[in-house]
């Protein structure tokens, strides 16, 4: 994964890589914590909302898929969470 700058979309890759293996070695995983290590390592790493936002998604996609017994809910996390992002009209 490349962009120009190596803080956006590899930064974001590298922020789902680090949540994964923490969730795998059954590590406690603070995103907040995560986000700062990883903004202090490479500034401006994660740019906009949306790549956060997308990390998010990605590995809940990914524990529900790997995860089966969490799939009720993960569906139901992400539902709220969708629910908070896109406001009704």
Do not use: W
């Not at 490349?2 to 979309?9: D, E, Q, V, Y």
């Amino acid at each position: 994964m490349h962009c120009s700058a190596g803080i956006g979309r590899t930064g974001t890759i590298i922020l789902i890589d680090v949540i994964l293996r923490r969730l795998f070695s059954a590590k406690e995983i603070d995103m907040v914590d995560l986000f700062k290590t990883l903004r202090n390592q490479r500034a401006s790493c994660i740019q906009v909302e949306g790549q956060f936002v997308f990390i998010i998604l990605s590995v809940l996609d990914y524990i529900k898929i790997k995860m089966p017994k969490y799939k009720e809910k993960v569906n139901k996390f992400m539902e709220d969470f969708k629910t908070a992002l896109i406001p009704s009209s």
